[in-house]
């Protein structure tokens, strides 16, 4: 089957990375309860709309630092481990939250979100290290597509339960599930004697922020992700508001974020393979400039067409960013502190899951039309920032070459700043 085939696509994913992505798509079918969760907490646990507010923010701050922490605990623990431990915990939590008091949800949904988290970076560090420097970018787009196809399933099913059942039955489903899909991790992971299972810690390595001030690019990078993810999730929390000051009901809305979905689902696989040997920081500063244009659309009017526009944009934006990304921050990390780069990648690309809604949600209320002009902006900064940042200084650094013995390190070939193929001339196919 040619390289153009969906066969073709996934050819250099190693069969590791593939069952993962198997078992991401599971997680994303059953992991439906935080969509309903404010539904769930104004509804039948009572709550207003204030007192639910406050405690979905603190589940979301929860999530933020698993995804800021788990990688840690991969390094120091192994990679394996941590996914298991964050997937049994978040598991038995969500079992048991319909049967909790509401004051003991306050400790509770942190600490489920917080476990979610870190299976979230320790998958990531699982995927980054099962395969080679420079052909990474389409394991991490098969595994965010599996992820993105869960997520389509997930939430219509999760409404129907819902509506035939009761609300108690997403979280009982929810744990369940994440409990087999720790079982399932345990069964194709092997428990020991591999890079996912060995802990990678080093006493007498350089610590995070020496590394991290050796690769200049990548602080710039995560900082840049930083800010367009807070302008991405506005999509989530002002657009529906802006849209509906408009005229359009929540139907247009909804189709919107199908739009999104069903874009992401046929174009990023063959766009990660197309792209694979472009440099990763041209790719992701495109990508970035691509999500403000989106954004940018909206300044002259809220018609239904600069609506679609704005959303195929910023949907293409996301396409070229996020995957080589994620891949650039892994091709970079030493191998000592694979899991703590991911997760501070995993970290900043969740972060405006908390910043956005309290940020947009404010400037839209004091100053609506400068809403959209400045998430234009401080995106289309980012896309600059990254793409001049590949003219930073990398490390050297020594590898053995693809099937080369790990005792006699070959010393990196001397390449272009920006180029993140981690090798001269083409990457192999696949």
Known sequence: MGTGTGTGMVRGVPRTVRLLALGSFFNGVVSFTFVYLFVYLTGPRGLSVAQAGVLSGIGGLGIVAGNFTGGGFGDRYGHRRALLTGACVSGIV???????????????????????????????????????????RQSFALTRFAGNGGFAVGPPLGALIAARFSYDWLFVIDGIGTLLYAAYAARILPARGTAHSRPVHRPDAPGLWSELRARPAVPVLLAAIVCVDLVYRQQYSTLPVFLADHGHGTQFYGWLIAVNGGVILCLELPAAHALRDRAPLAVVGTGLLLVGTGYAVLIPGAGALFAVLMMVSLTLGEILYKTPATAYVADQAPAHAQGRFQSLYAGA????????????????????????????????????????????????RTRPPYGGHRGAPVRRPVRRPEDGTGWPGRAPAG
């Open 349 to 396: 690309s969740i972060s405006g899951q908390v910043l956005a809604p309290p940020l947009g949600g404010a400037l839209y209320t004091t100053v609506p039309a400068l809403l959209w002009p400045a998430c234009a902006v401080l995106a289309c900064g980012a896309g600059v920032a990254v793409l001049a940042a590949r003219r930073l200084r990398e490390p050297p």
């Open 94 to 136: 969500l079992l048991s939250l319909p049967l909790l008091p509401l004051p003991a949800l306050y400790c509770v949904l942190p600490l489920a979100e917080y476990a979610t988290g870190v299976v979230r970076a320790a998958n990531a560090a699982l995927v980054a290290v099962s395969v080679p420097e420079g052909r990474r």
